[in-house]
């Protein structure tokens, strides 16, 4: 089959089969290619769509964008039921099978590295919240009675800032408390920056933005963990997702760093930009 190779993510050889009917990027089945010891992960995907000038153009185009990153990640999903996967960044693209090898073996130290590290370990992210309405989401508040002066008006604004401070307090603390213990019970961590309640849609603000390295044999009793913490302060919100591959562990030079000759766009995320075509 012709086409250009869209590079999902690379791992050890493995025994177990992929599921017989996942499909990757523009539909085509994910295969195999080894070299020394390493698996890349690819599919073959049209020259027309996914060349440096058209992946450009598709990069703005945000339903593409979304499609393609939900058919990258279903892949890279079915891999971590299988092996650990290091997931390349979304539209990682060479020319052919030839371009592809010439990246596992200019990186190859770094993948083996990596590898090694993340083995057996999947990664598990934890968000908290500051609720709205702290304790009571589904009630609007009561209006404030209107001040009488202008004094009582300054009094007014007090309270209301002293209470949000006290709010954001409470929220720091009690995202700090929970980092630390569970980052006790993973191999590493990671915080991100807050997510942007606009882009994100998630109701409240965002306080913990983390992701935990945890080992799979240890994974429950993770869970467990968050899910005991989840009615220990009103007016917070935890929520948790995963079991991932191992994106914020993957590293610089193996997850964020432009390949010789691959195309090399953003990740699970979607914040994505171009690099160079293998020529």
Same mark, same amino acid.
Request: glycine residues 8%; contains cysteine.
């Given at each position: ?17 992929? +599921?017989?009917?996942? =499909? ?7 295969? /195999?290619?080894?070299h020394h010891g390493l698996v890349a992960v690819v599919s073959h995907v049209p020259e027309a769509v996914f060349s440096e000038e058209a992946l450009r153009a598709h990069l703005e185009d945000l339903d %593409? ?7 990258? +990640? ?13 997931? /390349?960044? /979304?539209?990682?693209?060479? @020319? ?27 990664? %598990?992210?934890? !968000? ?7 304790? +009571? ?8 009675? !209107?001040?009488?002066?202008? @004094?009582?008006?300054?009094? +007014?604004? $007090?309270?209301? =800032? $002293? #209470?949000?401070?006290?709010? %954001? ?11 630390? =213990? ?6 590493? #961590? ?22 935990? /390295?945890?080992? @799979? ?12 913490? !989840? ?5 917070? @919100? ?5 079991? %991932?591959? #191992? ?20 990740? !699970? ?8 075509e293998e020529s």
């Amino acid at each position: 089959m012709t086409g250009l190779r869209y590079v999902y993510a690379v791992c050890r050889p493995f025994d177990v089969p992929l +599921q017989s009917q996942l =499909t990757g990027v523009a539909g085509d089945p994910p295969r /195999l290619l080894t070299h020394h010891g390493l698996v890349a992960v690819v599919s073959h995907v049209p020259e027309a769509v996914f060349s440096e000038e058209a992946l450009r153009a598709h990069l703005e185009d945000l339903d %593409w964008l979304a499609g393609t990153a939900r058919a990258h +990640q279903q892949v890279v999903d079915a891999l971590t039921v299988v092996t650990t996967p290091l997931p /390349l960044r /979304l539209a990682t693209v060479f @020319r052919d099978d030839s371009g592809v090898r010439v990246m596992l073996e200019e990186r190859e130290e770094d993948f083996r590295r990596t590898l090694d590290r993340l083995e057996g370990r999947v990664e %598990w992210g934890v !968000k908290v919240y500051v609720e709205t309405e702290p304790g +009571q989401p589904e009630r609007p508040a009561e209006p404030a009675p !209107k001040p009488v002066s202008g @004094r009582d008006y300054l009094r +007014q604004r $007090r309270m209301r =800032t $002293r #209470a949000h401070e006290e709010l %954001w307090a409470r929220a720091e603390e009690f995202a700090t408390r929970l980092h630390a =213990t569970l980052s006790s019970r993973a191999d590493d #961590a990671r915080l991100h920056a807050p997510q942007n309640p606009t882009l994100s849609g998630a109701a409240g603000r965002n306080v913990l933005n983390a992701a935990y /390295l945890v080992p @799979r044999d240890v994974s429950e009793e993770f869970v467990e963990m968050v899910d005991r913490t !989840k009615d220990d302060t009103p007016g917070m @919100r935890v929520e948790l997702t995963g079991p %991932w591959a #191992a994106y914020s562990f993957a590293g610089e030079e193996t997850a964020g760093e432009e390949s010789s000759g691959g195309e090399t766009a953003g990740e !699970k995320t979607a914040d994505a930009e171009p690099a160079g075509e293998e020529s």
